[in-house]
């Protein structure tokens, strides 16, 4: 009898998954280009590399790009959106703008610090889906670290607070 190891760990490596039209949807951005192998080489290189190391799954469906939480059955749709950056004590704040999943009307953001003004993506300059799976990174960066939420929808706060003291 042969007894073989088995990898139990999660792969972490490929985080970045295509659904619906997604596949199309870049094949048309790449073919836009003299050279579509150059464009998508690029393209995975500035877009999807960074986030082999989530453990959030981000999904491009052709339309939206959805971070999948790791640590909770919850999704959340990045919209697009340039985020708001303000200035917090000595660091930036960016304001990184969500839609919960599953529940109606639960727009919502997501704050991530940045100590210099220069680690801040220049989101401005960037469209559709390059500038959501730019955030997608930033969030997905903050929820693998945290391990918790960063922030909650109305009806996650309400179902809390039930929870506490109902």
């Given amino acids: 009898m042969q007894v073989n190891g088995v990898n139990s ?6 985080s970045f998954r ?9 094949a048309g951005k790449f073919h836009g280009f003299s050279d579509p192998k150059i464009a998508e080489a690029h393209f995975a290189k500035d877009y999807i590399k960074p986030l ?3 453990k959030s799954e981000i999904i491009y469906d052709g339309r ?11 999704a959340i749709e990045v919209l697009d959106k340039a985020p708001e950056i303000k200035t917090f004590k000595d660091m930036f704040s960016a304001r990184f703008y969500t839609k919960s999943i599953g529940l ?10 940045y100590k210099n003004k220069e680690d801040i993506p220049d989101f401005e300059r960037l469209s559709a889906p390059e500038r ?9 960066e903050q929820l693998d670290n945290s391990g918790t ?7 996650d706060t309400a179902n809390r607070l039930k929870d506490l003291y109902a």
């Fill in 9 to 14: 760990t999660p792969n972490f490596g490929m």
């Fill in 18 to 26: 295509l659904k619906g039209t997604g596949a199309s949807s870049l």
């Fill in 52 to 54: 082999e190391k989530l």
């Fill in 64 to 74: 939206s790009v959805i971070i999948q939480d790791p640590h909770h059955a919850s």
């Fill in 104 to 113: 109606e009307n639960d727009t919502g953001y997501h704050v991530k610090l």
């Fill in 132 to 140: 959501q799976l730019k955030i997608a990174k930033e969030i997905g």
């Fill in 149 to 155: 939420r960063t922030t909650e929808s109305l009806q």
